[in-house]
């Protein structure tokens, strides 16, 4: 399969629904899903135990493995525990910047208003796993939580016959308070409404297949979450200075997560399309997992596509509304300053996206299927509450009484009326 090139001018309804309208798959399984959910809150460990053997081939025994952790940390080779705890040192600092001070300002009519931030009690971070490695998530899930001073921090990850060791290590040094081997629906659904084994929390987190997204869809009301997420994502905007071979690695770069990735590199130059198509299938070619690759590049949301313009090509990515953003262009920041929905941006030739899926600092747990237009990624607010707070002089509650109950009349609440004029008739101080 080679890489084609599209212009974007000539993409028809069902091309641009394909690129637009992307979704996380989770339709078909939503009853399937919702059964799973509604056994583990009516059963608990017992239906636990019954999917993960069903789904995982496991038998579980003790579901909680933090000293596993431990251990597989104290293990782990020095190269790979020092690269695990540099990723923890970087996303601790960038999450440390975003945690925000409580604040009061007093107004000069008596009004002294402010606000104030607390952790939430209880979180639940899923981390990806089984057999596989994913450490970053682990460290991206837990970090922020840790940082934000949530009291207690439960990861759930996959179990296998063999955890990864690199998984465990990091969920150890990112600083989670208890892990359990848990994955799936029926990993959500503990963590949702607790079992005899997993605590109840009060949000989740994370990344996962599409049975974890629907999961998190299934309990949404009955505990927060961060959002849906679907298959990775990334837009290229290139310009003619662009180098075709790093627009090129970037599409197979995210191409190699999942066969349902979508990767899109848009350009306004035709030799730069064309020269990024031809990269793309030659360094396709060199990938050990080239099979994964090439389905993803020819997902109906993937390709390389031609603008008429620079504009033109900002358009469509702000349409887009890319989980992640790489700008290779000459004037960079003006490209960033017409695009305000993306999840997180990669300005330059030196910036590759592994380097936010893994060290640079900021969080790659981060909106799919344009849920950039609305929201942004994991952060430190994400397990903070806020809370206004206002106090009020006497001199203050006077010159705003007549706003308060004038408006109190005009919504039929005499009562909200009345609890402002008791206190301006009486006599006595300010309290």
Request: glycine share 8%; charged share 25%; aromatic share 4%.
């Amino acid at each position: 399969m080679t890489v084609d090139v599209r212009e974007i001018a000539d993409l028809g309804p069902s091309d641009r629904a394909a690129f637009f309208n992307r979704d996380a798959g989770i339709e078909a399984i939503r009853g399937d899903v919702r059964e799973i959910v509604d056994r583990v809150r009516e059963e608990g460990d017992v239906a636990v135990r019954e999917y993960t053997s069903e789904f995982d081939a496991v038998e579980l025994g003790n579901m909680a493995i933090t000293d596993d952790c431990e251990r597989a940390y104290d293990e782990l080779p020095d190269d790979l525990r020092e690269a695990i705890e540099t990723a923890v040192t970087n996303v601790t600092e960038f999450h440390e910047a975003q945690v925000p001070d409580d604040w009061r300002e007093k107004f000069s009519d008596g009004r002294e208003l402010g606000r104030r931030f607390r952790p939430l009690d209880r979180v639940g971070v899923y981390v990806p796993g089984g057999s596989a490695a994913y450490p970053s998530s682990a460290i991206m899930g837990v970090v922020p939580a840790v940082v934000a001073g949530v009291d207690h921090i439960a990861v759930v990850t996959p179990p296998a016959d063999e955890v990864n060791p690199a998984t465990l290590a990091a969920i150890h040094a990112a600083g989670a308070d208890v892990v359990y081997s848990v994955g799936g629906a029926q990993a959500i659904a503990g963590l949702a409404y607790g079992t005899e084994s997993i605590n109840r929390v009060q949000k989740i987190v994370g990344p996962g297949n599409k049975w974890v997204t629907a999961a998190k869809a299934a309990v949404r009301g009955d505990v927060e979450i961060d959002f849906l997420a679907g298959p990775s994502e990334v837009v290229v905007v290139a310009d003619e200075t662009a180098d075709p071979d790093l627009v090129a690695a970037e599409l197979v770069a995210q191409a190699e997560h999942d066969p349902n990735a979508s990767v899109v590199a848009v350009t306004a130059d035709d030799g730069t399309a064309e020269a990024v198509a031809a990269a793309v299938d030659e360094q396709a070619n060199a990938r050990e997992r080239e099979e994964v690759i090439r389905d993803a590049l020819d997902n109906e949301a993937s390709g390389v596509l031609l603008a008429r313009s620079m504009s033109e090509a900002i358009l469509f990515t702000e349409e887009y509304a890319p989980e992640h953003l790489s700008i290779i262009a000459d004037d960079d920041e003006s490209v960033l300053e017409r695009i305000d929905s993306a999840g997180s941006v990669f300005l330059g030739s030196n910036t590759p996206v592994a380097a936010g899926d893994y060290a640079s600092g900021t969080n790659h747990v981060l909106p799919t299927n344009g849920g950039a237009r609305i929201t942004g990624g994991l952060s430190v607010e994400t397990f903070l509450r806020s809370t206004t707070v206002q106090r009020l002089s006497r001199e203050g509650l006077a010159d705003i009484g007549e706003t308060i109950t004038t408006l109190a009349a005009a919504e039929g609440l005499e009562a909200h009326a009345e609890s402002v004029r008791r206190r301006l008739d009486r006599d006595g101080d300010d309290a």
